[in-house]
């Protein structure tokens, strides 16, 4: 069937194309932040750490059932896939201490103890309940430009504040589409590469393993318009 340009450009235009790297991975709960205080601004932080993740697939395991001609397929289970991270490291890897800890909470806290000696319990697992937690992946994407509506807005602003406005941005960002994984957990803390020919950064690979997945659609929008400039009145740069 033949077609044009225009309706070939209109029908990607429509609804838009998904960008890989407008997304947010937040640990919404673990049991770190429950029991030791001091991780808080980590896991909280571990949203500008965690620079990629997959967004999950799903498989389904089936059994094959044959009374006469072709087989059939049956599904009778869905097959988790484990959700993989990528973390950007700090200095002392408080990022790997995060999910190692997370894990201790699962196998023992022998890892952790500098008395080498043997003490009762230290390798006992964990409860399930007590080491599962929810990680949240977004996926984000651009509004439409509001350069215009923007510039409107700060002209006015010129007028009534006396304020020599210098640079200006408007972004509007839209939740379009959210997965929860519920019960998750690390199930592997991959080891870390480390070279003297390495001019990079330390990068930590880091298996969620999880019992279910949901998934929603969202229309989200979360406008942050950052204005800064001159205020002749007060003598200093601000930013509204």
């Known amino acids: 069937m033949p077609f044009n340009v225009s309706t070939f450009t209109s029908a990607i235009s429509d609804t838009g194309l998904a960008k890989p790297a407008l997304f947010e991975c937040l640990i919404v709960k673990s049991p770190i932040v429950d029991r030791i205080t001091n991780f808080g601004k980590t896991q909280q932080n571990l949203r500008f750490r965690i620079e990629s993740v997959n967004f999950i697939g799903r498989n389904i395991s089936t059994f094959d059932q044959n009374y006469h001609g072709p087989v059939r397929s049956i599904a009778y289970r869905q097959a988790q896939q484990t959700?993989?991270?990528?973390?950007?490291?700090?200095?002392?890897?408080?990022?790997?201490?995060?999910?190692?800890?997370?894990?201790?909470?699962?196998?023992?806290?022998?890892?952790?103890?500098?008395?080498?000696?043997?003490?009762?319990?230290?390798?006992?697992?964990?409860?399930?309940?007590?080491?599962?937690?929810?990680?949240?992946?977004?996926?984000?994407?651009?509004?439409?430009?509001?350069?215009?509506?923007?510039?409107?807005?700060?002209?006015?602003?010129?007028?009534k504040n006396n304020v020599d406005i210098l640079r200006e941005r408007q972004i509007e960002k839209l939740l379009k589409y959210r997965i929860s994984l519920e019960e998750a957990y690390p199930i592997s803390v991959n080891d870390i590469s480390m070279s003297w020919i390495e001019e990079g950064y330390a990068r930590l690979r880091v298996d969620m393993k999880y019992f279910y997945s949901r998934e929603f659609e969202t229309n989200i929008i979360e406008t942050d318009w950052v204005v800064s400039g001159w205020d002749a009145t007060s003598g200093r740069y601000m930013r509204y």
């Open 83 to 159: 959700c993989s991270m990528t973390v950007i490291l700090s200095q002392d890897m408080r990022e790997r201490e995060f999910f190692m800890q997370w894990q201790d909470y699962a196998l023992g806290h022998a890892r952790t103890d500098k008395s080498g000696r043997v003490f009762p319990n230290m390798f006992d697992t964990g409860y399930y309940d007590d080491y599962v937690g929810t990680i949240y992946i977004d996926q984000y994407s651009y509004g439409d430009d509001k350069l215009n509506k923007t510039q409107e807005l700060i002209n006015q602003e010129n007028k």
